[in-house]
């Protein structure tokens, strides 16, 4: 009786395991921020279903929660989107069974703009975010604008400076340890997303992060844009603005001088306009741990 029911928990570890090693089915349309040109949002709806999608608004991290879910809301339903709601609730609240009954039934999941952290502090460790990702899992698609586009990735922007503290001018330095992050959803795993790029100047500090995880990518999304995740891990750029690649994977030199600057030689920079197609590292996508 003691062999069987080892076996047994072996069994159930090993199937966990393959649970949150599942590659996922569906797509990404992460977005720079700025105005959703109609194209952007007809892409959402379709891969979210077209006729049958059910789209759930997230907008945690706004500071006017209602205001801008209400207002995504109707703008989802003026491009074609048969259904749509959203879900207001903070760390305590977001497993509801409201919250989840929701969730659970949606093809599509929009993360609103505003601060990455609110949105962090709602979601992480929630049976909720484990429903998010069953939605992107089974095929469904996981959208964001500026602040819900930098949750996505593992390692996330949290828009703070630790050594300049010029508010005047940010992020005029690629210096090491200047760029704070934090852990992100994850939903890309092999690079860094940052937004409104071109538009707010923020080169820097996507080159310093590239230079000290080189072996991940940073992928800068202008406002108006957006890049499609598609399930083999390529993305499609749309919009109206580019999306700027930077690569360190083959550098050489990565160095920090007598001042903590960054350096380093043989940086690749891509400039990409919409249309444009990118494959994007491979790297194991997981679902989160529970607790995180």
């Given at each position: 009786m003691r062999l069987f029911a080892t076996?047994?928990?072996v069994l159930?570890?090993?199937l966990a395991l393959i649970s949150q090693t599942t590659t996922p089915k569906g797509?990404?349309?992460i977005i720079g921020g700025g105005p959703r040109p109609e194209a952007i949002m007809k892409k959402i709806i379709a891969l979210a279903g077209g006729e049958k999608a059910r789209i759930l608004i997230i907008p945690m991290a706004s500071s006017e929660m209602l205001e801008t879910a209400k207002a995504q809301r109707e703008q989802f339903l003026k491009f074609g989107a048969p259904n749509v709601?959203?879900?207001i609730c903070d760390s305590a609240s977001a497993d509801a069974d409201s919250n989840l009954a929701k969730i659970n039934v949606a093809t599509g999941v929009f993360f609103s703009g505003g601060d990455q952290n609110r949105l962090m502090k709602a979601l992480r460790g929630t049976k909720f975010l484990q429903?998010?990702?069953k939605v992107y899992e089974k095929g469904g698609v996981l959208s964001g604008t500026s602040a819900g586009?930098?949750?996505q990735s593992r390692i996330m922007l949290t828009g703070d400076e630790l050594v300049n503290k010029d508010t005047v001018n940010p992020y005029g330095m690629v210096r090491k340890g200047n760029i704070e992050t934090a852990e992100g959803?994850?939903?890309v795993r092999s690079v860094i997303i940052d937004q409104h790029f071109v538009k707010r100047k923020r080169q820097n500090r996507l080159l310093t992060l590239v230079l000290e995880h080189p072996n991940l990518v940073g992928v800068g999304i202008d406002e108006a844009t957006c890049i499609i995740v598609k399930p083999n891990s390529t993305f499609e750029v749309l919009g109206d603005a580019t999306v700027?690649?930077?690569d360190a994977r083959n550098a050489k030199n990565i160095r920090t001088d007598a001042n903590g600057n960054l350096t380093g030689n043989d940086i690749r920079l891509h400039i990409f306009p919409s249309g444009a197609l990118y494959p994007m590292p491979q790297v194991q996508k997981s679902s989160p741990k529970k607790g995180r």
């Open positions: 076996l047994f928990i159930l570890q090993s797509h990404l349309v709601d959203y879900v429903a998010v990702w586009a930098a949750v959803f994850g939903f700027q690649v930077f």
